[in-house]
């Protein structure tokens, strides 16, 4: 099992990114404090062929330091946008085309595994390291999803929850298309 | 949708962990850089319920200020030991009841989604930021598995992947259990 080279990944370039049709997902920060998670979640954007992330509040924007050293160039080509206010941002999307998810625990909350992604464009709402997905923007939103955890900890890093769940939700839509 | 309280999460304490049944799956950490990735992987290992991580080479380990920043006390209670020497590490790992898996983009490595684990214990191998696993642990594994990425990015960041492989394995675990 030869490792492959960076140059055998025949991976995309910035250009060629831009140009991609995306997957229906977008993203929204909703007042997250570490830029390097911010820039981490751009990162995996990157990967997944994400459409667009929106940062709002608090959350650091491009260009930044520390975005620039976890996304590595990724915020470069990915489309974002900065937004002061999330409640505001999240009254614009919500929209019959558009499906607003906060990935937040909560009382109604959809465990992750048993979640069937709709046919319309996903908006993932991510919140704040510790105070989660403001309570105002959730009761705007059309479902919550959580993943299951069974350790002593009350979430995950905000950069491996997003990566998780753009993953899941990205396997049900492929599986969705492939029995279309 | 009322957001649930941390005290209405219903987590188990540390001693409950400890004594807790684990999922069949051990992390390796082959030289890698970042101590907050390690502590971030701990994190995800507590809510995964991982049986033990093993830090090799340069991997920093407990007590560690990036580690606990990142890990949030997961560290205390999650088994672990430090193993200077990877290759000695994955020989003494390499037992018919272990299935050795390097995370690494190879010639033969299969994609996460057409993984199907074995009913033997997983033994996830994680590599170096830069470098990925290195070739000679490559060598003594069973297989090498990828996350499937189509950006411009080489890689996700390790405890994305680590964080997206366990929780992708688990759900085919959980889906076996069922099915028996």
């Known amino acids: 099992m030869r490792k492959l080279k960076n140059s055998e990944l025949q991976r995309i370039t910035s250009s060629e990114f831009k140009k991609a049709e995306k997957n ?3 993203l ?3 007042n997250v404090r570490s830029a390097m998670n911010v820039g981490s979640i751009f990162r995996s954007a990157d990967a997944f062929l994400i459409e667009k992330i929106y940062l709002c509040g608090i959350t650091a924007s491009p260009p ?3 975005i620039l050293k976890t996304a590595l160039g990724a915020q470069k080509h990915i489309e974002w946008q900065y937004n002061e206010n999330t409640i505001s941002l999240i009254k614009t999307l919500k929209h ?3 499906y607003l998810v906060a990935v937040e625990q909560t009382k109604k909350s959809i465990i992750l595994s048993d979640f069937t992604p709709p046919k319309n464009k996903i908006i993932l709402i991510f919140g704040n ?3 989660g997905v403001n309570q105002k923007v959730i009761d705007l939103c059309d479902t919550s999803i959580e993943i299951p955890q069974y350790g002593t900890k009350h979430s995950l890093n905000i950069s491996v929850s997003a990566g998780i769940v753009m993953w899941d939700i ?3 839509i492929k599986k969705d298309n492939i029995s279309q």
């Open 64 to 66: 930044n330091k520390e």
């Open 28 to 30: 929204v920060l909703d």
């Open 129 to 131: 390291e510790v105070f």
């Open 24 to 26: 229906p997902i977008i």
């Open 96 to 98: 019959p085309d558009n």
């Open 170 to 172: 990205l396997q049900n």
